[in-house]
């Protein structure tokens, strides 16, 4: 690890890139050192705006709103270059930062809203809200004295009303079940980890599973934290889970990819207009090369999701399983701006090891793709996977893949349509699984609060029959199954089931992943291979 992150230091552009513009000057920040330039607006190339702008200033009708311009502008300017570079104001930057950073201020709570309230799922251990005695399933009423029950607030609304600054204090009222009294509890807010690790567990005696969100700061600890656990419970092969995950910071997939590849082999390399070529190669440190490697992805892994996959694919370390990934091959460098806004800015292309870009063309059905995948069957049928031959290239051992439009797997899974029938699907909409389980995760609270394992979840369900239950709530709110509908869906309804309310338990997404993967195609297939 020492070595390659010694290359990564060398490397500035792949580091934050800070600029603050102040008159006609911009200072660039690269790695603790600044760079003074002067802003070049005499190039030619940007006059006629400067024109323009001028112009307006000097005779337009009416006095001009300079801030609403300026913010209207620039992210139109910025789509005009390619579907990822984008303006970030104040408020979007520093909520897209927190995402990555690993960390925010806030009370310590996650919640679902199963109606039009607020119920606490999980209380973050060790954080502000555990201390002050929040508990899961208590419900929020209020939040320094604001009514935000049972007046379907905008989720984002509330969580804005929760978050501050730390050590800032904010009074929330909740109601317990079982006691009759709103409940006070005035908590003093704190730095809030943010786990981009989602579970990790043992499936089988040999084989551990992992599920990474997004790509954050804290990624590559994280990852490795739960490699140690695992090995000691006996594993030697990992499913790693990658679907959905958007992305991310480089440093952490080359950091993830270098502990699986033998020395000199390259993970990633990235050239751009401005930028040199990169070549970024494993230095043999990884402590997972041992491992049997399965890879899970689909058309919401992204970003550094296919720097990690394609690394793994191109080099012939692992199986790549799932569906034909997003198709982003751009870098973008944060450029952060003295009033706190910013910009993504696109400054290079990614090559896979065996020189494959992934990008899909952004042409006008760029926002469309995944539903075309829909639309000429490509979620159901790999021989309906549009490849470009003129982009064929072969790995070490001879294995043809393609580029132009992100990861194709080694082997593919389609959209599994097993148990969905009308019922399914009306139930869904309705969200009456999700609020079923916090029903019945607010009947069987003091059972729930006492979960340590999930034998002890399973001994809990083998006492409920949550099938004649939910029957009867799904009849209360309007809807009855068709013939044979109920048989054809039971399975999955009690699956969903059985996760939501184990997510309710001390166990929540150790309870949640494991019970919801007993039916994913995707990890029945890794399991197989």
């Known amino acids: 690890m020492s070595k390659i992150n010694e290359r990564l230091k060398s490397v500035p552009w792949a580091m934050l890139i800070i600029i603050f513009l ?19 607006i005499t190039a030619g190339r940007w006059d006629k705006i400067l024109l323009i702008l001028s112009q307006v200033d000097g005779n337009y009708v009416d006095s001009v709103d300079h801030s609403r311009v300026t913010e209207d502008v620039i992210p139109y300017i910025l789509t005009k270059l390619d579907p990822h570079s ?34 606490v799922i999980n209380v973050i251990p060790g954080g502000p809200s555990e201390r002050a005695g929040v508990l899961s399933g208590d419900r929020l009423v209020k939040v320094n004295g604001e009514l935000v029950a049972g007046i379907k607030m905008n989720q984002d609304s509330l969580v804005s009303r ?17 006691v009759k009294d709103l409940i006070g509890f005035d908590i003093k807010r704190d730095k809030i980890p943010v786990k981009s690790l989602d579970v990790s567990y043992m499936i089988n005696d040999t084989t551990g599973y992992i599920k990474l969100s997004r790509f954050t700061r804290t990624s590559y600890k994280e990852f490795m934290d739960a490699i140690s656990l695992l090995r000691k419970e006996g594993m030697r092969s990992l499913i790693f889970d990658l679907r959905g995950n958007t992305g991310g910071y ?11 590849l033998n020395k000199g082999d390259l993970i990633v390399y990235m050239k751009g207009r401005h930028r040199p070529r990169q070549d970024f190669y494993a230095d043999n440190n990884g402590k997972c090369r041992d491992l049997s490697l399965k890879v899970i992805i689909d058309e919401g892994s992204a970003s550094s999701s296919e720097i990690f996959a394609g690394a793994i694919q191109d080099n012939d370390r692992g199986v790549i399983i799932g569906r034909r990934s997003f198709g982003k091959g751009l870098v973008q460098e944060p450029i952060y701006f003295s009033d ?12 896979t090891p065996t020189g494959r870009s992934i990008q ?30 003129s982009l064929m290239y072969k790995t070490p051992k001879g294995k043809t893949v393609y580029g132009g439009g992100g990861i194709t797997p080694d082997i593919f899974v389609p959209i599994d349509t097993t148990g969905i029938s009308n019922f399914f699907i009306k139930v869904s909409n309705m969200g009456l699984t999700f609020r079923f389980s916090a029903s019945m995760a607010d009947e069987y609270r003091p ?37 044979g509908e109920w048989e054809e869906s039971k399975d999955l309804i009690n699956n969903h089931i059985k996760a939501f309310i184990g997510r309710y338990s001390p166990l929540d997404d150790n309870a949640f992943y494991p019970i919801l993967l007993e039916k994913d ?5 890794a399991i197989e291979q």
């Open 22 to 40: 102040s008159g006609a000057l911009a200072y660039k920040i690269y790695s603790g050192f600044a760079i003074k330039r002067e802003l070049d």
């Open 86 to 119: 984008l303006y970030l104001s104040p408020e979007e930057l520093k909520s897209a930062d927190e995402q990555l950073q690993g960390n925010f201020d806030g009370i310590g709570v996650q919640f679902n809203v199963p109606n039009d309230t607020a119920v």
């Open 162 to 178: 929760l978050r501050g600054k730390s050590g800032t204090m904010v009074n929330v009222s909740v109601k317990r079940v079982g």
């Open 250 to 260: 480089l440093d952490q997939a080359l950091l993830l990819s270098n502990e699986f």
């Open 340 to 351: 706190n806004s910013g910009i993504r800015l696109t400054v290079a292309r990614f090559y």
């Open 360 to 389: 899909k063309p952004y042409d006008a059905n760029y926002r469309e793709d995944i539903i075309e995948r829909y639309r000429h069957g490509e979620m159901m049928s790999a021989d309906s996977i549009r490849q470009n031959d």
């Open 447 to 483: 059972s729930l609060n006492k979960i340590k394992s999930m034998k002890d979840l399973n001994n809990l369900f083998k006492e409920v029959n949550f099938e004649a239950r939910f029957l009867s709530f799904a009849a209360a709110n309007g809807i009855k199954p068709g013939v």
């Open 521 to 525: 195609n995707m990890v029945i297939a």
